[in-house]
């Protein structure tokens, strides 16, 4: 679904056979008329150059259904991008269409333990974070970088989940990284493109709050070494998937800036608020709340957007960068 938000010029249809017929629009309320096919058979009449497994099921894996549809794509020229954790190119019946195929997850060969090339960095680094894991840090980082390019700053997004990756076509799927490297791993994709952009989005991961993914989320901290975080929450979420209350977002915040505080100094600069189960009405308030307890600028990005976050990101980095 991500690329249909991000990228939806570039969709051409997506195939789902239990709702073939509909448009995406209709399904999902926002991706407009693509249009949802039965098949990769009738998808090949829009002459497509790619091909893109867009689910994901818990554990990653790759279900023989869908066997005779990457056949016929491959087949038929198209590139495969997979975001499973099982990797099509090293799939037998597959391999021999390997360089057609780029499993998203699939790390980079040679990855080291990061080597602190922080300390060289010429451009500031946002890295986007979570009151909980699956709570919009990815969006939090692509609306960021549409509402900064409208106020003339240029930003570069690093993804590090399938669907980040396959937006951007960078970055590294750091829950299939070791974990000795996923420091290193997030450090390198930085490196390839510091000093481009005054400013660099990282998309984060996991919550470092969440017991079963602080480690991949401390990680990615580390290895970024950011300059500033970007918070996302929802306010109707009270526990995680263990059933183990979140804590207060004060907290959060001091948790993050002080996991920084023996290298530098970070900042978390503002929230971008998840509304899902809110009403229209129900937004601003509780926005005014995030307001008043964090002392930060705080909005709805998607549902009710202001630029209220963007502009404090805009006015730290130009401070910052003494332009």
């Given amino acids: 679904n991500g690329l249909i938000r991000y990228r939806p010029k570039e969709v051409l ?17 926002y991706g407009g008329d693509i249009p949802i096919l039965a098949s990769v058979e009738t998808g090949l009449k829009l002459k497509p150059d790619v091909m893109v497994i867009g689910i994901a099921p818990i554990g990653g894996g790759f279900s023989e259904a869908w066997r005779p549809a990457v056949n016929r794509a491959l087949e038929a020229g198209l590139k495969v991008w997979s975001g499973l954790h099982y990797f ?28 602190g090339n922080w300390t060289r960095r010429k451009s500031k680094i946002l890295l986007t974070i979570g009151s909980d894991s699956n709570i919009g840090k990815m969006t939090t980082a ?7 390019a409208a106020r003339g700053i240029e930003t570069i997004f690093i993804g590090t989940g399938q669907t980040g990756i396959a937006i951007a ?8 990284v070791v974990s000795d490297f996923v420091n290193g791993a997030v450090e390198a994709e930085i490196d390839k493109v510091d000093g481009q952009v005054p400013l660099i989005l990282v998309e984060g991961q996991g919550a ?3 017991p079963g993914y602080s480690g991949v989320t401390l990680g990615l901290i580390h290895g970024c070494m950011p300059d500033y975080f970007v918070l996302a ?25 002080t996991l920084v505080s023996p290298f530098k100094t970070a900042r978390v600069l503002g929230v971008n608020m998840y509304s ?8 601003a308030p509780a ?10 600028p705080a909005e709805d990005m998607v549902r009710q957007p202001t630029g209220a976050v963007a502009d404090a990101v805009a006015l730290t980095l130009k401070r910052d960068l003494r332009v």
Avoid: C
């Fill in 276 to 283: 899902k189960g809110m009403t229209l009405d129900e937004i």
């Fill in 169 to 176: 076509e960078r970055g590294v799927g750091v829950d299939a």
């Fill in 142 to 148: 692509l609306e960021l970088q549409t509402q900064l």
């Fill in 208 to 210: 470092v709050t969440h």
């Fill in 88 to 115: 099509l190119s090293t799939d037998p019946e597959f391999s021999s269409h390997s360089e057609q195929i780029w499993d998203l997850r699939k790390p980079p060969s040679g990855l080291k333990v990061a080597q």
């Fill in 233 to 257: 929450h929802q306010p109707t979420r009270l526990v995680d998937d263990y059933n183990h209350p979140l804590p207060s977002l004060s907290f959060v915040r001091d948790l993050h800036e």
């Fill in 13 to 29: 249809a997506v195939i789902d056979s239990t709702k073939a017929g509909k448009t995406v629009g209709t399904v999902l309320g």
């Fill in 287 to 296: 926005l005014a709340g995030l307001r008043r307890n964090l002392k930060l």
